[in-house]
T-cell receptor
Framework: SQQGEEDPQALSIQEGENATMNCSYK?????LQWYRQNSGRGLVHLIL?????REKHSGRLRVTLDTSKKSSSLLITASRAADTASYFC????????FGEGTQLTVNP | EAGVAQSPRYKIIEKRQSVAFWCNPI?????LYWYQQILGQGPKLLIQ????????DSQLPKDRFSAERLKGVDSTLKIQPAKLEDSAVYLC????????????????FGPGTRLTVL
């Protein structure tokens, strides 16, 4: 079964707005990763946050990790139409285990 | 740098037929992964190789699925015989190395093979 669970399942926003996606998981992890998948294509690695880190930034992306609550969030600031994709969190214990993803639609 | 290559991109077969997928990882990447992604779900790891040895195949349905990575480079994944529930996208990924302590490197994914079983 999938360990990570993303919330919401789907999110629709206007260009320029911020998008926040959440991920909860069940067991202890070494790190947590976020991936993006455009329709019909492979996954692209966005960012990795280690279990001893609380926040990480990469361009317009901000990821937080709360190991006490077993949760993470991905914030995309100033969204663009090109950010339209599915976003997956993946927890890294002995293997990478993906959640079911959040489908983000950014309307121009 | 060339990415992970997969072929074919699409395959349609009848149930009980056999099918094979091919993957060429990024040059120099020791670890290769095969994932199954059913529509609407996240990818699920089927098998993981480091060089030409199997690291994890605990989620591979071994009665019908097999995979090999001869010479530690290219890999093939085979399904024989296929069932309707095997309809999915099969993703190949590679990473530079398997870090110590069970932690994995960043994985780079290919475009996938979309399999439809009728």
């Amino acid at each position: 079964s999938q360990q990570g669970e993303e919330d919401p399942q789907a999110l629709s926003i206007q260009e320029g707005e911020n998008a926040t996606m959440n991920c909860s998981y069940k067991t202890s992890i070494n790190n947590l990763q976020w991936y993006r998948q455009n329709s019909g294509r492979g996954l692209v690695h966005l960012i990795l946050i280690r279990s001893n880190e609380r926040e990480k930034h990469s361009g317009r992306l901000r990821v937080t990790l709360d190991t006490s609550k077993k949760s993470s969030s991905l914030l995309i600031t100033a969204s663009r139409a090109a950010d339209t994709a599915s976003y997956f969190c993946a927890t890294d214990g002995s293997r990478l285990t993906f959640g079911e993803g959040t489908q983000l639609t950014v309307n121009p | 740098e060339a990415g992970v290559a997969q072929s074919p991109r699409y395959k349609i077969i009848e149930k009980r037929q056999s099918v094979a997928f091919w993957c060429n990882p990024i040059s120099g990447h020791a670890t290769l992964y095969w994932y199954q992604q059913i529509l609407g779900q996240g990818p699920k790891l089927l098998i993981q190789f480091q060089n030409n040895g199997v690291v994890d195949d605990s989620q591979l349905p071994k009665d019908r699925f097999s995979a090999e990575r001869l010479k530690g480079v290219d890999s093939t994944l085979k399904i024989q015989p296929a069932k309707l529930e095997d309809s999915a996208v099969y993703l190949c990924a590679s990473s530079l190395a398997l870090a110590g302590g069970g932690r994995t490197d960043t994985q780079y994914f290919g475009p996938g093979t979309r399999l439809t079983v009728l």
